[in-house]
């Protein structure tokens, strides 16, 4: 259905030329889904774009290669007009764009923007785009679609507005689906639900998928073939298969051993460059079929029982914070005159303790409460009732003027580190802000002589705190983030969705840095994630949450490997088989 001959992709500045994809070729075939695989920067993403294409020329420029399409008839698609490509694109040829925060229109409804490309390409009338947009919006197992349907993309979640947006690429059922990075920011249950949907179509239309992703479970689960991407060339492509259990290249080892699920807590995670720079002496791979094996169980009952050891056990007299019956409520519809009439529950009657050097785990779907939990606790979220007892002292009581020496001692690291810094002010000063905001330290040497510390911590070079957040890669910027959390000395640090958009190598480096920093400052941590590997490597004790409420809590290892609520037990049986695959590789 497609082939990649050759391609080649250059991107021109005024000062300097930088090639994104170097000679690459593969093809991919009706009813086939092909993984294209590799860390941010690779050309994973510049690939899919050219595709249609949707690179801006300038600066991108299509050295050489073709990319053909073939439905009926072979089509180069790099030397079609923008009115022939009008016709293919979101119809024969569909994508999934990373970033659904970017890609929907603020503007428009939800419903609306899926019915714009029913109409576009489909000879139905309105009622029957809508009708058939609701369908899509229960298909991808979004809550209330007719309620849905009439939202805008600031009323929702991201992973509703992810959902959204592979309604609106599926909706007119193409031949060739290009999914780029589609369930970064799902949780692992409907991660399942849309890996199952994209399969099931699939396989119903005999569609080609090209599915980009940095998570190897996901490529496990779904992929036929896998295409491993490295600084934009090709170092290996195999079948699924073929890669995990007989993986040739250094890269591919080191994307593979990096996932925290392979690890216990405590172990320092590799990361790709620990397997490229030096030789590889040796290579062990379980003698294992494709799937969960037995010997993984095995490793995973001694995993738990080393883990057990080094866990701490909780004490009532080392508590920093307490938080009782705390509820949340949020109007879901007003009247005429702006009076709530029904409420969200969007944290309902929550219980639960943090001891002093502890690092809690929160884990959850999208919705259930894990975000608003966080920011509560910080009062970035008001309330309606219950009792936040932070060292002693009820913040629920505190003057909202008085909660400012509070906030020194409690720091948050939001979700999206893009947002979260200000694109007009360097990282250097965006490090010093809070330090200046609590007057810290004599004056303003001392107060960079801290900030250039900082950022040696999170190993970032202090040539560089004069550049602006637009200058870094995401897992820098991540690092960014950190270390400005950091610049108070908190005692209590609250990590949303830390690592969840990050490459599994940049995830290990960003959860090694955690650990270390951990070690060196002794503070507390409530971690919270929809990645359950992620939470099980990081924390002592686990809570699950469930529409508001707690579900279920205990050490992470016990709630991992022995699950008592059916809830918990859905969510780990949605984790991709292709995670219980425990190659071990000597470096």
């Known amino acids: 259905m497609l082939q990649i001959k050759n391609l080649s992709i250059d991107f021109i500045s005024e000062n300097e030329k930088t090639t994104a994809v170097k000679n690459i070729s593969f093809d991919v075939n009706k009813n086939e889904i092909v993984a294209l695989v590799g860390e941010s920067?690779?050309?994973?993403?510049?690939?899919?774009?050219?595709?249609?294409?949707?690179?801006?020329?300038?600066?991108?420029?299509?050295?050489?290669?073709?990319?053909?399409?073939?439905?009926?008839?072979?089509?180069?698609?790099?030397?079609?007009?923008q009115k022939e490509l009008q016709k293919i694109r979101g119809n024969k040829i569909a994508m999934i764009f990373q970033e659904p925060m970017t890609s929907l229109n603020p503007v428009l409804s939800c419903g609306?923007?899926?019915?714009?490309?029913?109409?576009?390409?489909?000879?139905?009338?309105?009622?029957?785009?809508?009708e058939k947009t609701i369908e899509w919006f229960t298909k991808v197992k979004l809550p209330s679609p007719f309620s849905i349907f009439n939202r805008f993309p600031h009323q929702l979640s991201g992973g509703q507005k992810q959902r959204v947006m592979i309604a609106m690429a599926l909706c007119c059922e193409p031949a060739l689906l290009i999914c780029d990075e589609p369930t970064t920011a799902l949780d692992v249950t409907v991660q399942k639900t849309i890996l199952r949907l994209i399969k099931e179509l699939q396989e119903q239309n005999n569609m080609g998928v090209i599915f980009i992703t940095h998570d190897l479970g996901v490529v496990a689960e779904i992929a036929d073939r896998a295409v491993i991407l490295y600084k934009g060339e090709i170092v290996e492509q195999n079948s699924v298969k073929s890669i995990f259990l007989n993986p040739l290249h250094p890269y591919t080892k080191g994307l593979i051993a990096c996932r925290p699920l392979n690890h216990k807590k405590g172990?320092?995670?590799?990361?790709?460059?620990?397997?490229?720079?030096?030789?590889?002496?040796?290579?062990?791979?379980?003698?294992?079929?494709?799937?969960?094996?037995?010997?993984?169980?095995?490793?995973?009952?001694?995993?738990?029982?080393?883990?057990?050891?080094?866990?701490?056990?909780?004490?009532?007299?080392?508590?920093?914070?307490?938080?009782?019956?705390?509820?949340?409520?949020?109007?879901?519809?007003?009247?005429?005159f702006g009076k709530p009439l029904e409420y969200i529950k969007a944290v309902d009657d929550v219980s639960f303790e943090v001891n002093k050097?502890?690092?809690?785990?929160?884990?959850?779907?999208?919705?259930?409460?894990?975000?608003?939990?966080?920011?509560?606790?910080?009062?970035?979220?008001?309330?309606?009732?219950?009792?936040?007892?932070?060292?002693?002292?009820?913040?629920?009581?505190?003057?909202?003027?008085?909660?400012?020496?509070?906030?020194?001692?409690?720091?948050?690291?939001?979700?999206?580190?893009?947002?979260?810094?200000?694109p007009r002010i360097s990282i250097g000063d965006a490090i010093m802000e809070p330090m200046n905001v609590h007057k810290m330290y004599k004056n303003s040497k001392q107060r960079k002589e801290k900030m250039i510390d900082l950022l040696e911590n999170v190993n970032l070079d202090s040539n560089l705190i004069t550049r602006y957040p637009h200058e870094f890669s995401g897992g820098q910027r991540q690092r960014i983030v950190i270390a400005r959390a950091l610049a108070l000395n908190p005692s209590f640090l609250i990590c949303d969705e830390l690592v969840s958009a990050l490459d599994v190598s940049i995830q290990a480096q960003v959860l090694n840095l955690l650990n270390d920093l951990k070690k060196k400052f002794d503070y507390?941590?409530?971690?919270?994630?929809?990645?359950?590997?992620?939470?099980?490597?990081?924390?002592?004790?686990?809570?699950?949450?469930?529409?508001?409420?707690?579900?279920?809590?205990?050490?992470?290892?016990?709630?991992?490997?022995?699950?008592?609520?059916?809830?918990?037990?859905?969510?780990?049986?949605?984790?991709?088989?292709?995670?219980?695959l425990v190659p071990q590789f000597e470096i």
């Open 41 to 81: 920067g690779s050309g994973k993403s510049v690939t899919a774009l050219s595709i249609l294409p949707l690179l801006p020329a300038p600066p991108a420029k299509y050295v050489a290669g073709e990319i053909i399409f073939t439905e009926n008839e072979p089509i180069n698609l790099l030397q079609l007009k």
């Open 112 to 130: 609306e923007q899926v019915m714009e490309a029913l109409l576009a390409h489909k000879n139905i009338s309105s009622s029957a785009a809508k």
């Open 267 to 336: 172990d320092r995670l590799p990361v790709v460059s620990d397997f490229l720079n030096p030789v590889i002496n040796d290579t062990k791979v379980p003698n294992s079929e494709f799937g969960i094996s037995n010997a993984t169980e095995q490793l995973n009952t001694t995993q738990f029982s080393n883990t057990l050891s080094q866990i701490r056990i909780p004490d009532s007299q080392s508590k920093i914070l307490e938080v009782q019956n705390l509820s949340v409520h949020f109007p879901s519809r007003k009247s005429f």
């Open 357 to 422: 050097g502890e690092t809690l785990g929160l884990v959850g779907e999208s919705g259930c409460g894990k975000t608003t939990l966080g920011r509560t606790l910080l009062r970035l979220i008001e309330p309606q009732s219950g009792k936040i007892i932070f060292n002693g002292n009820d913040l629920t009581a505190i003057p909202s003027v008085d909660l400012k020496k509070v906030r020194k001692e409690m720091q948050i690291i939001f979700q999206d580190p893009y947002s979260s810094l200000n």
């Open 524 to 580: 507390s941590i409530i971690f919270i994630s929809h990645d359950l590997s992620v939470v099980r490597y990081m924390s002592d004790r686990i809570l699950v949450m469930y529409k508001g409420k707690i579900e279920e809590s205990g050490f992470s290892e016990d709630i991992y490997l022995n699950p008592k609520s059916e809830y918990t037990r859905q969510l780990i049986a949605s984790v991709p088989k292709g995670l219980l």
